[in-house]
């Protein structure tokens, strides 16, 4: 009886061993796929958390830098000069560096935008140190200019003041902020790398006091070991 009930079992066609193939393979071809979707979002999510995250460190440095600009004059140079000086594409200003960094004292600090070399895209951003007043032999001075940012298709730094010179007095926004007797209100500064990204405009105000003793700095980002990096970072 046995034999005879398994003599009577019926196997699967060559057309059902076929479809149940093709059916595996199409939910094999979509498990794959779905996967990898989910690594591609995975990369981007962390490409774009580390693009944001390299925008809010360069935007904090420059905000705290600039907000911290001090009034003063270079009149003991053999050359006198005024401390903060600014076009479209550069900026200099004295400002205080945090203690972590190493440089004690006023620092001038001058960004510019650079050409890149033929084998990179766009420009950079780049920042010289040294000190404001006059150093004695031994001391640290200038250092070598500091990339901060690359891949630049267009940087624009602008000038919210009052110009004494002009008739009309009322604050506006200037293209430069040359030779002039007073700091300018704000500063604004538009980047778009050379991928298209846009970042948000960064405006900063200046907001110093009447005397150099009231001045209010923000010195928790600075330059250490050629980065961009904050106080609580550095320690």
């Known amino acids: 009886m046995i034999t005879e009930y398994k ?33 591609q979002n995975w990369n981007a999510g962390e490409k774009k958390i580390a693009q944001v995250s390299q925008a809010a460190v360069i935007q904090n440095f420059l905000q705290s830098k600039l907000h911290a600009t001090v009034p003063l004059e270079g009149d003991f140079l053999e050359e006198p000069e005024f401390s903060f000086q600014g076009d479209q594409s550069q900026i200099q200003f004295v400002a205080a560096m945090p203690a972590s960094a190493g440089r004690l004292g006023l620092q001038r600090f001058k960004m510019s935008l650079r050409r890149a070399d033929r084998d990179e895209q766009g420009s950079y951003l780049q920042v010289e140190i040294q000190p404001f007043f006059p150093q004695d032999e031994g001391q640290q001075g200038i250092e070598e200019p500091i990339v901060i940012l690359k891949k630049i298709h267009s940087l624009q730094f602008a000038y919210f003041g009052s110009d004494s010179d002009a008739r009309n007095n009322d604050p506006v926004w200037h293209n430069d902020w040359l030779e002039m007797d007073s700091l300018p209100k704000l500063v604004s500064i538009d980047i778009e790398l050379v991928d298209g990204e846009i970042w948000p405009q960064l405006v900063v105000a200046l907001k110093i006091d009447s005397t150099f003793g009231d001045t209010k700095s923000d010195s928790s980002f600075g330059i250490v070991g050629g980065k961009v990096v904050s106080a609580n970072e550095s320690e």
Do not use: K, P
């Open 7 to 39: 003599a009577h079992q019926r196997g699967f066609t060559l057309l059902e061993v076929l479809i149940g193939m093709s059916i595996m393979s199409i939910m094999m071809l979509l498990l794959f796929a779905s996967l990898r979707i989910c690594v």
